[in-house]
């Protein structure tokens, strides 16, 4: 059985082959897969500084394109 870090390794090896055309996008996801290979064998500090990378990654991304739409429920 897959562990979540393996599923989000093939969702954004899938999603970097997608963006390859863009290297905007491609930077992103490179910088997603080695948060990513990082984590894998992470100890708590290290996690920890995973996570403010994370964390700066979402501020980035929330200044280029705004922050996460809220989803409407009907």
Do not use: N
Request: net charge neutral; hydrophobic share 50%.
């Amino acid at each position: 059985m897959a562990t979540s870090l393996d599923q989000a390794l093939l969702y954004f090896v899938d999603l970097r082959l997608r963006v390859r055309d863009s290297p905007q996008a491609r930077a992103i996801v490179d910088r997603c897969l080695v948060l990513l290979a990082q984590a894998r064998d992470a100890d708590l500090a290290t996690f920890a500084a995973l996570e403010a990378e994370i964390d700066a990654l979402r501020q980035e991304l929330e200044g280029r394109w705004g922050p996460k739409a809220r989803v409407k429920v009907h």
